[in-house]
């Protein structure tokens, strides 16, 4: 968010934030932050079920909010959820391309569907999001901030994530050049690179999956290797995505285990230009 635009009081208090994949899991966590902060909120989501019980939820805690199904795989319906966000609110000032889905196993063994499936969310619908919303975040001339969802499988290759990892890797790339295209004017940007959190990312990325591009047999699973390090709560991240806008971060993470595989990777990058490498 824009530091020279934000109120003295409270830089959320009556912005519009809009959240996709918000109903449940890090998204919802997210709109219950901004919506603790002041923050208006439009809730996104392909699970209708959940997107009632979240926006009953948020207003019962006093949340000016509204939810609005939404697909980000279809760029029409993202188009309408920006729509109906601007209807609603008379603007909109933080968006948070936040949905995404988990497809663990071998590359070798991914399908066509796999592939398309896990693109078609979690890297198009950035990408839908970013062409929705930038814009009108742009001619607003009133600041704001984009956090695009990654994951830390963005920032280093892991087995039996292939497929994912492409996905979040083209999110972080997108989201770096992002930050210093939109940095001119005034539009901070933020990807949000999480390891381990508690959410049900597996059930529904099976649950939800689109009957054209299911696979036989599909069932939630863990693949070996999956499951790195500590496990944290989805509130423990909104406030981390919280204190990241506030600070203008570019990167937001999560686990403290991240720094040591983070070093370790920047030292093998290093270790190229040693004189006996190179």
């Not at 601007?86 to 991914?110: K, S």
């Not at 839908?128 to 695009?148: K, S, Y």
């Not at 001119?184 to 940007?189: A, D």
């Not at 806008?245 to 990058?269: D, F, K, M, N, S």
Request: with cysteine; aromatic share 6%.
């Amino acid at each position: 968010m824009s530091e020279d635009r934000a109120t003295a009081a409270d830089p959320f208090r009556d912005r519009v934030a809009v959240v996709t994949g918000g109903a449940s899991g890090i998204g919802l966590a997210m709109a219950r932050a901004f919506a603790d902060r002041g923050a208006r909120v439009v809730v996104a989501d392909l699970d209708t079920d959940a997107l009632e019980q979240a926006t009953r939820e948020l207003a019962a805690r006093g949340a000016d909010v509204v939810g609005i199904p939404t697909d980000v795989s279809d760029r029409g319906s993202v188009a309408r959820l920006a729509d109906a966000a601007v209807a609603r609110f008379g603007g909109v000032h933080i968006v948070c391309n936040n949905a995404g889905v988990a497809v663990p196993g071998e590359l070798a063994q991914a399908t066509r569907q796999d592939w398309e499936f896990t693109m078609n969310v979690n890297f198009w619908g950035v990408v839908n999001g970013v062409e929705a919303f930038v814009p009108r975040l742009a001619a607003q001339r009133a600041g704001g901030h984009i956090v695009n969802t990654a994951s830390m499988a963005g920032l280093v290759g892991m087995q039996w994530l292939g497929v994912y990892c492409a996905s979040k890797f083209a999110v972080v790339g997108l989201t770096e050049a992002l930050h210093r295209e939109l940095r001119p004017h005034g539009i901070g940007v933020s990807v949000l690179c999480p390891m381990v959190v508690d959410t049900k990312i597996n059930e529904n990325s099976v649950r939800l999956r689109p009957a054209h591009l299911r696979n036989a047999g599909d069932a939630p699973l863990a693949a070996p290797g999956l499951l790195v390090g500590s496990v944290r709560p989805a509130d423990e991240v909104a406030r981390r995505v919280v204190r990241g806008i506030e600070r203008g971060r570019l990167y937001i993470l999560t686990h403290p285990e991240q720094r040591e595989l983070l070093r370790r990777r920047a030292q093998r990058l290093d270790q190229v230009f040693e004189e006996d490498e190179w």
